[in-house]
């Protein structure tokens, strides 16, 4: 029976008799066992059913035919039902323009096409010939492939690749091996593989793979890099990744060298969304330099061990810490990041923070800061700070304008309490001189940790014997009581904000000082134990008001001119805490107990010491002034409706200061400052700073005492010691629409941007492909100038650079980017370098190119798309910033 019907589906009682028809058979399998649930399938042309035939009972459905069982769906053009045999077998239909129609095998996420399908209903197996589906952000084909019903796949003559390729076409690259495994939707299984580029077989291979199949971590191994170094041949970052869960994951890196160096690198990764995350990393590396019977031969060991964590306890209650303890051989010879190799210094430090009621909060630290170049470091440990926020204790709850005095009254707290370690190393010379040597004659070397908790080998390493660790508490109390002045004789109504203010501080110390200069001529230092409180306070007034004046001037759309003006000053009042009626400092005494006297201008005087730290000397009776000048006006634009559009602009900021302090002897006149920006017409920022120094000089370049520049007659107001000019602007637009398909769309209109221009950017980095510009040729065009003088004495220091940097899109997938400069006082140009990426299909391409200067290099990289593959099928030059230079050691890496 045949019935045709090209425009939509059979109606419903064909489907019925298909079912009549074809029940007694579909019930019955070969091996005695039933289907478990009913078969449900369409065709749009046409069905036709052949019973007792020679071939067996069979079904052909014609024209976008499909077959549902029990989760799995098949679909093709040409779909066979062998009742007896219990089998599906899909194919397609040959045209002239090729096959249209293949079959498609789904099942839960899994996809499979190909040109012919064959599935057994009962056994839930299956084979595709030419088949291919897809895996993640690639793709694998197969020349054949069998389904099981637990759904592994074998695979004969596969291929995985991230080209997107039709069936008949090749891709660009692929990894091939003649068997392939995927099991259980998670992993895929290779026997060994090969890379081809196109159908070439490249002299790269694997004797075995295996990936994950599924999106997300899984467990299982790094792909491993290689190459050769200084170290000699290495194969390193090769190692095993475990997926714990989904709140956490760890590593374990190796790496090995030919010369007998090795490498092994865990880290640890956690993070609970909304409570805790972090991080641990720990890097040791065994280091060999020279042949294994070399007399020179050299063994050391570098290690790094960082880790960050940040965890909140609740709203009030959090915890951070961020630790670095890295050795300095690790980051000059170990690590590949440009940062690390010139870094000076490293921190560690780790934080509990809580905030109490009433405004008061508390936080425990732990801080380190180590110097590289000297090995000095500062440990505090702990160090426990406590404060208040503002508070008003007599201010009425009702509030008003008319308070009294007192309730304008204010003050806040804050407290620390610290105990600080610190590490000074001598040198090898004063080690040695010390007899401080081992039994080769080479000084003894402590690290900081070590002597940290043994007296001893701190007073080998520093030659101290006392002050290993200092500890002090400091309190700090500040007093206001602001006010406002309405009204002024004379100048009338006003606004005037005054505060009076007081600032206490209390510092607490367990130890003090004592100095004696020795017969050598040398002072000695002696601590003395006891409790000692050192105290100091300073007094003064501050007012401050705003003033504006208003210009009727009119320049095509901006419209008037405000000048705001806000002058402040303010007086301050501190004691000469260094005097002897405070009893914070000693006279200096020689080996026969005589007082050491100094001879000044003044006449003689006996040299005194600070006792403890932190003691202010000298008296102070300064004011200080400045003035604060905006100019701004407004611009309107009439819209396409009439309405007016107004935006307030800032034309020009102008701020001056400078203080006079009626206590000093002389130079009794601070430096003034004065500093300026603009925005000239919203398209380029200019930022002006300098410095102006109200004394002349000498013949021999000092400051003259009390004689000033200042002269009316001469028109001189100051004497410049440092200016400093900056400018900076961004040009972009777009070469054509976003769409990129007209070579003849018209130029858009370039937009500005103000920005401030970084010279160290794109120096040590590849551009990224791909995405940036949306497709649209897109150009920018960065212009900066830098222009400086330095003149404390006789001596001028100037500079002035201009640098430009630019980036635009050839086209869709060829993107260039560039900056240069030059340097005027040098006569010579600055870090120049070119970056050119093009995005393929399957790969990124990048090119960098430093022609010259100190950090003259170049590099090429080209790799996949892939992020799985992208480590692994990479090309670069030189492998990493380490050997940078044009003539360093580096070798490519596939």
Not at 545 to 560: A, D, E, M, R, S
Request: net charge positive; with cysteine; proline share 4%.
């Amino acid at each position: 029976m045949t019935r045709n019907k090209n425009d939509g589906y059979f109606s419903l009682w064909l489907v019925a008799l298909c079912f009549f028809f074809s029940l007694p058979h579909l019930v019955a399998a070969q091996d005695g066992e039933a289907l478990d649930s009913p078969i449900e399938f369409s065709a749009r042309d046409s069905l036709v059913l052949h019973f007792g035939s020679d071939e067996g009972d069979q079904g052909i459905l014609t024209g976008n035919a499909s077959v549902s069982y029990e989760g799995i769906r098949l679909t093709s053009h040409f779909v066979d039902l062998l009742f007896e045999q219990d089998e599906l077998v899909a194919y397609g239909m040959a045209t002239d323009s090729g096959l249209v129609g293949s079959p498609v095998f789904s099942e839960g996420s899994e996809t499979l096409t190909g040109s012919r399908l064959a599935y057994n209903m009962v056994t839930g197996r299956g084979r595709v010939t030419a088949a291919r589906t897809q895996f993640e952000e690639g793709f694998i084909q197969a020349g054949i492939a069998k389904v099981r019903e637990d759904s592994t796949i074998f695979i004969r003559d596969g291929l995985y690749t991230t080209c997107n390729c039709g069936p008949d076409e090749t891709p660009s690259y692929s990894l091939r091996a003649e068997r392939m495994k995927i099991v259980d939707q998670k992993w895929v299984y290779t026997g060994p593989i090969q890379l081809f580029i196109f159908n070439i077989p490249m002299p790269i291979w694997l004797p075995f793979g295996f990936l994950p199949y599924q999106e997300g971590r899984r467990s299982g191994p790094l792909a491993p890099q290689y190459g050769e170094d200084e170290r000699g041949f290495f194969l390193r970052d090769w190692g095993w990744y475990l997926a714990l869960n989904d709140k956490m994951d760890a590593q374990v890196r190796l790496g090995i060298w030919t010369k007998g160096s090795w490498q092994v690198n865990p880290s640890f990764r956690y993070n609970r969304r909304d409570l805790y995350s972090g991080n641990v990393n720990i890097d040791f590396l065994r280091e060999r330099s020279g042949e294994r019977n070399d007399p020179d031969l050299v063994t050391r060991r570098t290690l790094s061990l960082r880790w960050s964590h940040s965890q909140t306890f609740s709203p009030k209650s959090r915890l951070s810490a961020n630790v670095n303890l890295t050795s300095s051989s690790y980051l000059r010879t170990v690590s590949e990041q440009y940062s690390d190799n010139i870094r000076q210094s490293i921190g560690s430090s780790i934080q509990y923070n809580r905030t109490l009621r009433g405004g008061r909060s508390i936080s425990l630290n732990i801080r380190q800061q180590q110097v590289l170049s000297t090995g000095s470091v500062d440990l505090s440990f702990p160090q426990f700070s406590f404060s208040q926020t503002t508070k008003a204790p007599f201010k009425r709850s009702t509030g008003g304008r008319n308070q009294h005095w007192y309730e304008r009254l204010q003050y806040s707290i804050s407290s620390r309490v610290n105990n600080r370690y610190e590490f000074r190393p001598i040198s090898d010379e004063e080690l040695i001189a010390n007899g401080d040597t081992l039994a080769n004659g080479q000084p003894v070397s402590y690290p900081w940790y070590e002597a940290l908790f043994d007296a001893e080998k701190y007073r080998v390493a520093t030659g101290r014997d006392e002050g290993r660790f200092r500890f002090n508490a400091t309190h700090r109390v500040p007093i206001s009581a602001p006010f406002a002045i309405r009204r002024l004789p004379l100048l009338g109504q006003i606004q005037l904000n005054v505060s009076p203010n007081i600032n206490y501080s209390e510092e607490w110390f367990i130890s003090t000082e004592r100095q004696r200069l020795n017969s050598g001529g040398r002072i000695e230092t002696t601590p003395q134990q006891g409790f000692f409180s050192l105290r100091q306070f300073n007094a003064g007034v501050s007012a401050n008001t705003t003033v504006y004046g208003l210009f009727p001037v009119k320049v095509g759309p901006y419209q008037g001119l405000r000048h705001t003006v806000r002058p402040r000053v303010g007086f301050s009042y501190r004691p000469d805490f260094g005097s002897d009626v405070w009893g914070y400092t000693r006279a200096l005494l020689d080996a026969t107990g005589q007082a050491v006297v100094d001879t000044l201008a003044s006449g003689i005087t006996p040299r005194r010491y600070p006792i403890v730290r932190g003691i202010q000397s000298g008296l102070q009776n300064s004011l200080s002034f400045g003035f604060d000048n905006t100019f701004e006006t407004k611009k309107i634009n009439t819209d396409s409706t009439g309405s007016d559009q107004t935006r307030i602009l800032k034309l020009l900021t102008v701020n001056l200061s400078g203080s006079y302090n009626f206590a000093a002897d002389s130079l009794r006149m601070s430096s003034i400052r004065i500093s300026a920006r603009t925005n000239i017409l919203g398209e380029m920022n200019v930022n002006f700073s300098s410095t102006f120094s109200p004394y002349k000089l000498s013949s021999d370049g000092r400051r003259m005492i009390n004689d000033y520049v200042f002269s009316l007659r001469d028109f001189a107001f100051a004497r410049l010691t440092q200016l400093s000019v900056r400018g900076s602007m961004r040009l972009r637009g777009q070469l054509r629409s976003a769409t990129g398909t007209s070579d003849s769309a018209p130029t858009q209109r370039p937009q500005f941007e103000s920005t401030s221009f970084a010279t160290s950017r794109m120096m040590n980095q590849f551009p990224s492909t791909g995405g940036g510009f949306g497709g649209s040729q897109n150009w920018s065009l960065d212009m900066s100038f830098v222009y400086q003088i330095s003149r404390p004495q006789r001596v001028l220091r100037r500079s002035a650079t201009v640098n430009a940097g630019f980036n635009f899109g050839l086209t869709p997938t060829w993107q260039v980017r560039g900056q240069t400069g030059y340097d005027f006082e040098q006569k010579k140009i600055v870090t120049t370098s070119l970056n050119i990426s093009k995005e393929f299909e399957c790969w990124n391409m990048g090119f960098r190119w430093i022609p010259f200067g100190a950090f003259q290099s170049w590099g090429f990289d080209l790799h996949v798309k892939s992020g799985r593959l992208a480590e692994f099928l990479r090309f670069q030059q030189p492998r990493s910033d380490r050997n940078r230079g044009l003539g360093g050691r580096s070798r490519p890496r596939i």
